[in-house]
Every structure is written in structure tokens, then in C-alpha cells.
């Protein structure tokens, strides 16, 4: 597969799976009518009606615990909302630790467990051995890795099928480029992340089986300068389509397009707003959906130590188990030609409906 790998000696080791420069930082109608207006108040009710769980006062406390920033505009910022929507639909207390170094994890879960935590979320894979290890020590407090693929009796992950949302951006890659190039720019070499491109990979080949695709690890998530230089390079070897799974690394990479007048591709939030000229799309993670799902499971105790793995929906709150899809175009409509918005259309269907598998690949 001829895929160009850039690597940077200046920059940290692609290899290099830890990043030890981060600091910890433990956080803690009215109606037109009576009758609408009744009405409404019912459905409400019924929509957040308390649990049997809830109303015997087992409502759980739970932790949201990431090496992620809350205010990284994607990966942990998409977390932390999806916390903060629990708050406000069932009032449920949360506390909140991001920018956790990667040698502190294991710390980190240990003392939420100790302080009484009986939930707690471990948004990045690099979660995922720890929480077993620490989950055995605390049998009774339940751990879900977001995204992960470890479990045990109390530790549950979701990995979800991410590469089915970067098959279709490198299927619409592929349809709009002009140069026969496309680039992304990973963070670092974690199972997910290269499961994501590949998935990339393997979208824009079904289009074009000789388009040249340029990837690039640059061993940082949070460098934007770095994530930029990652991709002026590849724009300068004629990938005029960019992709990251990043971070904050990856806001560099979509300066880069902006200034370059080219076009990007955002990663687990809709991140057209960093750049509404250049972002075309994102793929999305519906980790509202994804929260709302498995904490019922712990509240209603129906919890089971098991890998999840929901795939594609059409939009987000779609029907089914479905958590990944891809952002609107918003201003941006006008630069995809309708036949290609078709054939985007049908790939989602066909991969919806299995008539196309993207499989788990991470390796390259």
C-alpha cells in the first residue's frame, strides 16, 4: 500500500505512546394553549421519569476523567458536554479532571474510586489497562472506557466504529480532489487512531484505487505548531484534502488548510466553526447518545463488562445504536457537487445496511 509516512526527527518519537509534558489537574412554556401546555409538561415528565434505581437513592456520582482538554474545540470538549448534558437531563453530579498525564492515570482512577466515585468515565484508549487493574481493586465501582477494548466484571468500553465515518471522508476526498492527494495527520500510533485512517484509507481507494494518500505522526496531541508543520509539508507535496485525529495538534493542521486554501476535515466534533471557510466536514461522535445509553445501563442495573461497538447513523440522535456520523457542509454546501452528495448518500446507506464492511485494522 502506497501510503507516505513524513516523519519529523524534531519532534517527539512517532513510537513514543506516552506524553509525560501534562500537568495533573483533578476536579473535582409556557404553551399557546392550557391544554399544549399540560401537554407538554407530560411529555417532559415522562422523558426524565427517575429510575427505580433513582428514586431509592442510588443515583450514582460520577467521574469524567481525560488526558484530553475540555477546551480542545473536539476530543474532550465533546466529553465534557456530553457530562454536562447528564447534569441537566437527570441531575446527576459529575466532577471533572482533564489534562491528566498519561503516568497518572492509573492515580488519577484509583482516587476518584477511593473518594466514593461509584461511575466513572475514562474518555482516551490509553484509559483502558489501568481501569482493569484499578476495577479489581474496587469491584463495586464501575469504569467505561471511551474509546476502548478492554472489560472485565465492572469495567465496560465503547469503541466505536470510527472507521466507518472516516471511510466516507475519504470516499468524499477522493470525489472532490483535484491533485490525485490527500493527507492526515494522527497524534500518535494508538490502535484507534490508526483504525480511523485506515478506514480513511480504504473509503478513498474505493473511489480512486490510485490515489496517493500521504499520512503523517507527528507524536503529539497537543502542538498545534507541530500539527501545521505536519501539514504544510503535505500540502507541499500536492494533498489538497487534510484529516487529523489530533487534538489541539490538529488545530494546526486546519490552519494550515486555511491559509493554504485547502480543504480539511474535522475529527469527533462538527469543527467547522475553528475555520468555516476550510472545515468541509467532521466526522462526529454522538457522545451524548453514547453517555446517555451506558449510564442507564449502570442506574437501571443492567450494567454488563462488555466491548460495545455502535457503528454509522444518518444524523446525529439517529435511530439504533448508532453513534458516528458526519457534520453538515453549513456554508460550505455550495463546493460539493450534487452527484457527489448522492454518492456520499448511498455509501452511508450501504454501509448502514452491511451491502459495504469497513473492518477493524490497527496495523498498518
Do not use: C
Request: proline share 4%.
Amino acid at each position: 500500500m502506497d501510503v507516505e509516512l513524513i516523519k519529523y526527527n524534531t519532534l517527539i518519537p512517532i513510537y513514543e505512546l506516552v506524553r509525560f509534558d501534562k500537568r495533573s489537574k483533578l476536579g473535582s412554556i409556557t404553551g399557546f394553549t392550557v391544554f399544549s401546555a399540560i401537554l407538554l409538561s407530560s411529555l417532559v415528565l415522562t422523558s426524565l421519569q427517575p429510575t427505580q434505581a433513582q428514586t431509592n437513592g442510588t443515583m450514582p456520582r460520577i467521574a469524567l476523567v481525560t488526558d484530553a482538554l475540555f477546551s480542545d474545540a473536539g476530543w474532550g470538549a465533546a466529553a465534557f458536554n456530553a457530562a454536562k448534558q447528564l447534569e441537566t437531563n437527570y441531575g446527576y453530579e459529575i466532577a471533572y479532571a482533564e489534562n491528566i498525564a498519561v503516568p497518572e492515570i492509573e492515580t488519577t482512577l484509583r482516587q476518584y474510586s477511593q473518594d466514593g466515585y461509584n461511575l466513572i468515565i475514562a474518555h482516551g484508549f490509553e484509559w483502558g489497562d489501568p481501569a482493569v487493574r484499578v476495577g479489581a481493586e474496587f469491584p463495586d465501582t464501575k469504569y467505561i472506557v471511551f474509546t476502548g477494548l478492554v472489560n472485565s466484571s465492572n469495567v465496560a468500553s465503547i469503541f466505536p466504529m470510527q472507521q466507518e465515518g472516516s471511510f466516507l471522508l475519504g470516499a468524499l476526498a477522493a470525489m472532490m480532489s483535484q491533485t490525485g492527494a490527500i493527507g492526515y495527520v494522527g497524534g500518535d500510533r494508538y490502535p484507534n487512531i490508526i483504525n480511523i485512517f485506515q478506514g480513511f484509507e480504504q473509503g478513498a481507494r474505493h473511489i480512486n484505487p490510485n490515489i496517493r494518500i500521504i499520512g503523517t505522526y507527528i507524536g503529539e496531541f497537543d502542538n498545534p505548531a507541530g500539527g501545521k508543520e505536519a501539514a504544510l509539508a503535505q500540502i507541499n507535496s500536492g494533498a489538497d484534502f487534510l484529516f487529523h485525529v489530533a487534538d489541539t495538534s490538529g488545530h494546526g493542521v486546519i490552519e494550515a488548510a486555511r491559509e493554504r486554501g485547502v480543504l480539511a476535515f474535522g475529527a469527533v466534533s462538527d469543527q467547522n466553526a475553528l475555520a468555516p471557510d476550510t472545515v468541509l466536514t467532521s466526522f462526529v461522535l454522538d457522545i451524548d447518545k453514547a453517555f446517555d445509553q451506558i449510564v442507564r445501563t449502570v442506574v437501571e442495573n443492567r450494567f454488563e463488562g462488555k466491548i460495545y461497538k455502535p457503528g454509522l447513523e444518518v444524523s446525529k440522535g439517529g435511530p439504533g445504536e448508532g453513534i458516528v456520523y458526519l457534520a453538515p457542509f453549513h456554508n460550505l454546501e455550495g463546493r460539493v457537487p450534487e452527484d457527489v452528495k448522492q454518492r456520499l448518500n448511498q455509501l452511508t446507506q450501504d454501509i448502514i445496511n452491511g451491502t459495504i464492511v469497513v473492518p477493524e485494522r490497527f496495523e498498518e
